[in-house]
């Protein structure tokens, strides 16, 4: 889930700093370009490891500030394709099936083609929430049992892949028209924020609990 990543990169430090100590001020310049940010085929960039190497300070003219030429590790978010993660369902739809948090990473789906097979989604659960439910069929009885999906359960997802996305990719969202049904409204509006958000994420987990073993933990 976790790897470490070598970069190399010169951060600029503010005359105002240089009362400061140096190490301090590359360690803060690096956080503030590096930390929660996410670097195309890399990652989502979690915190700074360590720093390897650091160049004598320059300064230039006509700036000021000094630049210095540094080479560091970084922990970052990077799950391989088929491992196994464990978050919390936060929204539940017809059109993106499951909206996962994990607590620092909340760009997770697992589309209604990745739950497991047949599922269908109900738009009022027991609790008036809406949510998906598994209809498992015993193969030995016939009989079918109804395993629910509801929001705030914690669930084991596989990952599927991760889908990086420049500033380039992104394309304006034109919406969804809303039905008469007050919780069919409250749920497409909800779909077209995630869809919004979505669309100018840098970083798309999907995941899929189409297998033995995954969905919510209360199954198992």
């Known amino acids: 889930m976790f790897v470490l990543a070598e970069f190399r990169d010169t951060v600029r430090v503010p005359p105002d700093k240089f009362k400061e100590d140096s190490r301090t001020n590359i360690i803060t310049q690096i956080e503030q370009h590096y930390g929660g940010k996410v670097v195309p085929g890399v990652g989502l960039c979690v ?8 160049d004598e300070e320059a300064i230039f003219p006509n700036d000021g500030a000094a630049f210095i030429k540094v080479h560091f590790s970084y922990i970052v978010f990077c ?12 929204h539940c739809s017809p059109v993106h099936g499951l909206i996962v948090h994990m607590g620092f990473f909340g760009d ?10 047949p599922s269908i989604f ?11 439910v598994w209809q498992f069929k015993d193969e030995d009885t016939g009989a079918v049992e109804e395993m629910p999906i509801s929001l705030g359960d914690k669930i084991r997802f596989a990952v599927d892949r991760l889908k990086y996305q420049s ?10 028209k ?3 049904d007050t919780d069919m409204k409250k749920t497409v509006t909800m779909d077209s924020a995630v869809t919004d958000r979505f669309a100018s994420s840098p970083l798309r987990l999907i995941g899929s609990i189409n297998s033995i073993g995954l969905g919510p933990l209360s199954w198992w």
């Not at 915190?47 to 650091?54: S, T, V």
Request: charged share 30%; proline share 15%.
């Open 167 to 176: 500033k380039d990719d992104v394309k304006p969202n034109p919406g969804n």
């Open 47 to 54: 915190c700074l490891d360590r720093i390897i190497k650091a």
């Open 79 to 90: 799950p391989h394709e088929g491992e196994l993660l464990t978050g919390n369902v936060v």
């Open 122 to 132: 109900i738009e009022a659960d027991d609790n008036g929430l809406p949510g998906w």
């Open 178 to 180: 809303p039905e008469d």
């Open 108 to 117: 997770i789906s697992i589309p209604p083609g990745l739950l497991p097979e």
